[in-house]
């Protein structure tokens, strides 16, 4: 049956209310008013309200947006504490070693830059683009991409509204809506579900590495006052995650007596036993740590995966009738910790892309915004990850000491523009990492004590999900039989681990066991997507406003 749909045209569409399609929007009808140009732009947002799925750690650097808008401080951009002190630590299970400020290379300084909430940030910044006239529609998920007869990326349809669990039309039923465009930018995020399907029916992957990523943890704590470093950013490498598993630490401190508190684990890790969650639990009690928690208040929590592939996992950007910009890219510069200065840019720079399209049509053949690309190459977002191309492998292939050490060094010669001739490549996607249980170290973590570390559903409370009861489930098994046949029998069932949600749970009833998907717990970090070993879980856009809405994150 045919379903009659509404049909929305515009000059340019945007998918997804981050930093970089907030800054395409911006920086398009800029251009449009400095040329006196009518160019309409759409931005579509799954979230509740833009910035209700945002969460980064977040120190910014401002040059971005400095470039789109030099006068932010005079408009009130909340961006209010700027950083005093950086601090690099070696943790090990009671110790930490403070590495001295002049053995870091100058490109992990955080001078100048400022301790923010993304997600105020993003907010802010969508009412800049309101001012500027872009529609933004919060609440409408991207379901499909649609393409031309030539294989050009038309528009998006956005998921239907008031179905049941089966995929009945409800009362509430609302069919979904065509929204087309001349050119379609792609700011999903990382492992964006529509960036997938592009990827896949357009082979846009074919001459890149694997893209790698790691799964990002945050809490945000009110402490006491006395602990309290208004500018004080602090990292850490080491305890309580073995030197084979990558991943870090942050500490910020901002506002009124908040922290930041997060921590990363690179998702190649291989022991099928580890659990992200519980080790982000586990640093919370370092002596250090637990000092600076003692009397506070944990306010938010949450977790998103973030891009850790670098330049050589890039897919092509640039597709006939849309680009991928931001971390639907891979914009993150993994030692720094930073991609939001470099998803703003590339938005801009496909914001300039468009426009010259829209004005030039002549100059675009194929309708291949090619000049994205040579922008991109031409701009110092390609300086800032180009010179740390070969870090994430150095730490996958030698480990985090040795790695970040050999990475230390590549990045000292880079400041002094001395740039190696070779790029180190990824042999692995994350998936394919795990060692069969059997063969791995059993790891064993402590029970929450509910005052520093906590349980995944009472963390998840914090994090103000909304999924209607009733709705399909978001998370999709190409086979079910794979989770109990093959996951369960060779890795223990994982997803009861690297899920930091509690959203899969392996039940054993009467002899028998079965996976059961609680989808209601879901905080859209996508790992389920990126670490299940055959690629069976496919995570889609739930009903749309569905999911955590974050605050302060």
Same mark, same amino acid.
Not at 92 to 98: A, T, Y
């Given at each position: 049956?045919?379903?009659?749909?509404?049909?929305?045209?515009?000059?340019?569409?945007?998918?997804?209310?981050?930093?970089?399609?907030?800054?395409?929007?911006?920086?398009?009808?800029?251009?449009?008013?400095?040329?006196?140009?009518?160019?309409?732009?759409?931005?579509?947002?799954?979230?509740?309200?833009?910035?209700?799925?945002?969460?980064?750690?977040?120190?910014?650097?401002?040059?971005?947006?400095?470039?789109?808008?030099?006068?932010?401080?005079?408009?009130?951009?909340?961006?209010?504490?700027?950083?005093?002190?950086?601090?690099?630590?070696?943790?090990?299970?009671?110790?930490?070693?403070?590495?001295?400020?002049?053995?870091?290379?100058?490109?992990?300084?955080?001078?100048?830059?400022?301790?923010?909430?993304?997600?105020?940030?993003?907010?802010?910044?969508?009412?800049?683009?309101?001012?500027?006239?872009?529609?933004?529609?919060?609440?409408?998920?991207?379901?499909?991409?649609?393409?031309?007869?030539?294989?050009?990326?038309?528009?998006?349809?956005?998921?239907?509204?008031?179905?049941?669990?089966?995929?009945?039309?409800?009362?509430?039923?609302?069919?979904?809506?065509?929204?087309?465009?001349?050119?379609?930018?792609?700011?999903?995020?990382?492992?964006?579900?529509?960036?997938?399907?592009?990827?896949?029916?357009?082979?846009?992957?074919?001459?890149?590495?694997?893209?790698?990523?790691?799964?990002?943890?945050?809490?945000?704590?009110?402490?006491?006052?006395?602990?309290?470093?208004?500018?004080?950013?602090?990292?850490?490498?080491?305890?309580?995650?073995?030197?084979?598993?990558?991943?870090?630490?942050?500490?910020?401190?901002?506002?009124?007596?908040?922290?930041?508190?997060?921590?990363?684990?690179?998702?190649?890790?291989?022991?099928?036993?580890?659990?992200?969650?519980?080790?982000?639990?586990?640093?919370?009690?370092?002596?250090?740590?637990?000092?600076?928690?003692?009397?506070?208040?944990?306010?938010?929590?949450?977790?998103?995966?973030?891009?850790?592939?670098?330049?050589?996992?890039?897919?092509?950007?640039?597709?006939?009738?849309?680009?991928?910009?931001?971390?639907?890219?891979?914009?993150?510069?993994?030692?720094?910790?930073?991609?939001?200065?470099?998803?703003?840019?590339?938005?801009?720079?496909?914001?300039?892309?468009?426009?010259?399209?829209?004005?030039?049509?002549?100059?675009?053949?194929?309708?291949?915004?090619?000049?994205?690309?040579?922008?991109?190459?031409?701009?110092?977002?390609?300086?800032?990850?180009?010179?740390?191309?070969?870090?994430?492998?150095?730490?996958?292939?030698?480990?985090?000491?040795?790695?970040?050490?050999?990475?230390?060094?590549?990045?000292?010669?880079?400041?002094?523009?001395?740039?190696?001739?070779?790029?180190?490549?990824?042999?692995?996607?994350?998936?394919?990492?795990?060692?069969?249980?059997?063969?791995?170290? /059993?790891?064993?973590?402590?029970? $929450?004590? @509910? #005052? %520093?570390?906590?349980? &995944?559903?009472?963390?998840?409370?914090?994090?103000? +999900?909304?999924?209607?009861?009733?709705?399909?489930?978001?998370?999709?098994?190409?086979?079910?039989?794979?989770?109990?046949?093959?996951?369960?029998?060779?890795?223990?069932? /994982?997803?009861?681990?690297?899920? $930091?949600? @509690? #959203? %899969?749970?392996?039940? &054993?009833?009467?002899?028998?066991?079965?996976?059961? +998907?609680?989808?209601?717990?879901?905080?859209?970090?996508?790992?389920?997507?990126?670490?299940?070993?055959?690629?069976?879980?496919?995570?889609?856009?739930?009903?749309?406003?569905?999911?955590?809405?974050?605050?302060?994150?």
């Amino acid at each position: 049956m045919t379903i009659e749909r509404d049909v929305m045209e515009y000059d340019v569409l945007i998918v997804g209310g981050g930093p970089a399609g907030l800054s395409a929007a911006i920086k398009i009808k800029q251009i449009a008013t400095r040329e006196n140009k009518e160019i309409s732009v759409c931005l579509v947002e799954k979230g509740a309200e833009v910035g209700s799925h945002i969460l980064s750690g977040a120190v910014i650097d401002p040059i971005a947006l400095s470039e789109l808008i030099p006068d932010w401080k005079e408009k009130g951009a909340p961006l209010n504490t700027k950083v005093t002190k950086d601090i690099f630590n070696l943790f090990s299970k009671k110790r930490n070693l403070k590495i001295p400020h002049w053995l870091m290379p100058p490109i992990m300084s955080n001078k100048q830059n400022y301790i923010v909430s993304l997600g105020e940030l993003c907010v802010w910044l969508s009412k800049e683009a309101e001012g500027l006239g872009i529609e933004i529609y919060p609440g409408f998920t991207a379901q499909e991409p649609i393409f031309n007869d030539n294989q050009e990326l038309v528009g998006i349809l956005t998921g239907d509204m008031g179905r049941d669990s089966d995929g009945n039309e409800t009362v509430n039923y609302a069919a979904g809506i065509e929204i087309r465009a001349k050119y379609s930018l792609i700011a999903e995020g990382t492992r964006g579900s529509i960036t997938k399907i592009i990827e896949k029916k357009l082979s846009l992957r074919k001459n890149s590495d694997p893209q790698k990523y790691g799964l990002g943890f945050k809490e945000v704590w009110r402490i006491d006052k006395n602990k309290h470093h208004p500018g004080l950013v602090e990292h850490s490498l080491g305890w309580p995650l073995e030197n084979d598993a990558g991943g870090g630490s942050f500490t910020y401190h901002y506002g009124e007596d908040l922290v930041s508190l997060g921590f990363v684990v690179h998702l190649d890790y291989s022991n099928p036993y580890l659990s992200p969650f519980d080790e982000f639990q586990s640093f919370k009690t370092h002596p250090k740590i637990k000092n600076l928690l003692t009397g506070a208040k944990r306010i938010s929590y949450g977790a998103r995966a973030i891009n850790e592939g670098g330049i050589q996992s890039w897919p092509e950007l640039a597709f006939p009738g849309g680009v991928l910009i931001g971390c639907s890219a891979g914009m993150v510069n993994v030692p720094r910790i930073k991609g939001t200065h470099n998803a703003m840019k590339s938005g801009m720079l496909a914001a300039e892309a468009c426009v010259e399209a829209i004005t030039k049509p002549e100059n675009i053949n194929n309708k291949i915004l090619e000049q994205y690309l040579q922008k991109l190459k031409a701009s110092w977002v390609w300086d800032d990850l180009n010179s740390v191309r070969n870090i994430k492998p150095l730490i996958s292939k030698y480990g985090t000491t040795l790695g970040m050490l050999f990475g230390g060094f590549e990045m000292w010669l880079a400041s002094y523009k001395i740039k190696l001739p070779w790029t180190l490549h990824h042999e692995k996607a994350d998936h394919e990492t795990l060692i069969d249980f059997e063969q791995a170290k /059993p790891i064993s973590y402590l029970k $929450p004590d @509910g #005052v %520093y570390t906590f349980d &995944k559903l009472s963390s998840i409370s914090l994090s103000n +999900i909304g999924h209607e009861a009733n709705q399909p489930c978001h998370l999709k098994l190409r086979d079910k039989n794979i989770p109990i046949d093959f996951n369960y029998k060779k890795y223990n069932s /994982p997803e009861q681990r690297y899920c $930091p949600a @509690g #959203v %899969y749970e392996i039940l &054993k009833e009467d002899n028998l066991v079965r996976l059961q +998907i609680n989808g209601q717990n879901c905080i859209h970090c996508k790992t389920c997507d990126i670490k299940d070993p055959k690629q069976n879980i496919d995570w889609v856009p739930p009903e749309g406003g569905s999911g955590p809405i974050y605050s302060k994150m």
